[in-house]
């Protein structure tokens, strides 16, 4: 075979960023399999670019141009759903109706779990409220981007490392600006370190060493918040990937002719994936709850230091 389904480049093209949408052959003009993305600000050059050697680290890292992606386009899609969704739903809400329907129930049923049982718990009845337009578009947003994964020939773009940086970049940013505004810019780094009673001499030395530890694990416990979302998700995605794609494999023998063998692997490859399936679906709403606990109780510590 010319092409094999189970090469790491073939697998990693279904769930990556690329500046096409990944169709069937008979849906795409060219009959390649690829819808293009129009480009009006691409470069010819990157901006950046990293060369590790390593071919999984290289696949995940991109190559950063002014370049329209899919990743983007589904991005500003979802946020376009939740902005008519709730923008509707708060006109709806501000009439002090009763919930009515379905979608206004459930919507309401997660806004309020978000609320009772996230935010107040991990960052305190009296501040939580000015913190949950930020969690519950989080929430949302997060979730939109694992279910877009769901449907066919689109993507998730919580499977890419610079969505789930950006959205760890701006829990950081959240976490550290509402600190400073709590406790003011110095006694919020101040606080970083915990209260000791330590001889004079020996707190010169230990505090500041205590204090670097500290920021480090900040900037740690952010970074892992973007890497356990982006691992959860590829992995899950690859998975599938790997199942659907011994379909292909099991279709030609190593002489290139039919194998019967495909008659066997094929629904035991539909049903694996199915299964699968709906355990991603499970996950989509798990890792977004888990994204925001984890903001919120990120925010918590912050604000409420000690």
Not at 208 to 223: D, N
């Amino acid at each position: 075979m010319a092409h094999d389904p189970l090469h790491p480049n073939s697998l990693f093209e279904h769930v990556q960023d690329a500046d096409y949408f990944h169709v069937p052959r008979m849906l795409s003009p060219h009959g390649d399999g690829h819808i293009a993305i129009p480009q009006p600000f691409q470069t010819e050059e990157p901006i950046f670019e990293l060369n590790t050697g390593v071919e999984l680290i290289d696949n995940i890292v991109q190559p950063v141009h002014l370049t329209l992606t899919k990743f983007m386009v589904l991005e500003v899609v979802v946020a376009v759903i939740i902005a008519i969704v709730f923008i509707r739903l708060a006109g709806r809400m501000s009439s002090g109706d009763r919930p009515r329907g379905r979608l206004w129930n459930i919507l309401e049923a997660f806004l309020l779990y978000i609320r009772d049982s996230v935010a107040r718990p991990a960052i305190g009845k009296h501040d939580a409220d000015r913190f949950l337009p930020f969690l519950w578009t989080i929430f949302f947003f997060v979730l939109g981007c694992n279910l877009m994964g769901m449907l066919p020939w689109m993507g998730s773009p919580t499977g890419s490392l610079a969505v789930t940086g950006a959205l760890a970049l701006t829990t950081f940013l959240v976490v550290t600006g509402s600190g400073m505004a709590k406790l003011g810019a110095i006694g919020f780094w101040k606080a970083q370190v915990p209260h000791m009673d330590l001889p004079g001499v020996l707190a010169i030395f230990l505090i500041p060493m205590i204090f670097v530890i500290e920021v480090i694990g900040l900037l740690i416990k952010h970074f892992v918040l973007a890497i356990r979302l982006l691992a959860n998700v590829m992995a899950g995605h690859v998975v599938l990937t790997v199942i659907l794609a011994f379909i292909a494999v099991s279709y030609y023998t190593v002489a290139g002719e039919f194998s019967p063998l495909w008659f066997g692997v094929m629904p035991a490859s539909v049903f694996g994936a199915t299964a699968l399936s709906l355990l991603e679906l499970f996950v989509a709403f798990l890792q977004a709850y888990i994204f925001t606990f984890l903001s919120a109780l990120f925010i918590g510590m912050a604000v409420h230091p000690h």
